[in-house]
T-cell receptor, first 115, second 116 residues
Framework: AQSVTQLDSQVPVFEEAPVELRCNYS??????LFWYVQYPNQGLQLLLK??????LVKGINGFEAEFNKSQTSFHLRKPSVHISDTAEYFC?????????????FGQGTILTVHP | KAGVTQTPRYLIKTRGQQVTLSCSPI?????VSWYQQTPGQGLQFLFE???????NKGNFPGRFSGRQFSNSRSEMNVSTLELGDSALYLC???????????????FGAGTRLSVL
């Protein structure tokens, strides 16, 4: 079984400041890792994914994340945020190989960007 | 390519009724997964269908069921609605074509169900 812990439920930040959203996972098997973003009254949009290879992955909207296997972490970072980045962010894992359609999500982090 | 389409976007039902939600996956995607999102429990996996067969199921009562048609479209049904079933129901599709990329899920906008 897998579990995901997002260490901050809310992160306030000023525009143009850097931000890091933290994610730790636990799993007895190898996993794939994802970050999704949800804007109000919308579904989930894939920001980035780690499947294999380089542990630093880049996604859309200037976001990046680093997979750290020894610390079982997959923290999301952006060097300079915009007002439009205000949203809820979800870290998720799936079983490597085949997940049979199951993603396990963290509880979400609400990022609020202030002017 | 069109994204994942869920209909309807909003639904209001009363306790005891049943409801059917629909999901059309991205063209060529063969797997459809369903999730329930609530403020208290977060995002929880309901079930997954592939080639018209349920391959995986989460920890939900039997009142929650689904099916998949030969064109990969999927429906989810909830019978005997309870107040606690009020939630955003999200559908996701993936290619399920083998390999890591085949497992990436793309989500629809969701159906918001309110049970009164």
């Amino acid at each position: 079984a897998q579990s995901v812990t997002q260490l901050d439920s809310q992160v306030p930040v000023f525009e143009e400041a850097p931000v890091e959203l933290r994610c730790n996972y636990s799993s007895s098997v190898s996993v794939y890792l994802f970050w999704y973003v949800q804007y109000p009254n919308q579904g989930l949009q894939l920001l980035l994914k780690y499947l294999s290879g380089s542990t630093l992955v880049k996604g859309i909207n200037g976001f990046e994340a680093e997979f750290n296997k020894s610390q079982t972490s997959f923290h999301l970072r952006k060097p300079s945020v915009h007002i439009s980045d205000t949203a809820e962010y979800f870290c998720a894992v799936s079983r490597r190989g085949t997940s049979y359609g199951k993603l396990t999500f963290g509880q979400g982090t609400i990022l609020t960007v202030h002017p | 390519k069109a994204g994942v389409t869920q209909t309807p976007r909003y639904l209001i039902k009363t306790r005891g009724q049943q409801v059917t939600l629909s999901c059309s996956p991205i063209s060529g995607h063969r797997s459809v997964s369903w999730y329930q999102q609530t403020p208290g429990q977060g995002l929880q996996f309901l079930f997954e269908y592939f080639s018209e067969t349920q391959r995986n199921k989460g920890n939900f009562p039997g009142r929650f069921s689904g099916r998949q048609f030969s064109n990969s479209r999927s429906e989810m049904n909830v019978s005997t609605l309870e107040l606690g079933d009020s939630a955003l129901y999200l559908c996701a599709s993936s290619p399920a074509s083998g390999g890591a990329s085949g497992d990436i899920q793309y989500f629809g906008a969701g159906t918001r169900l309110s049970v009164l």
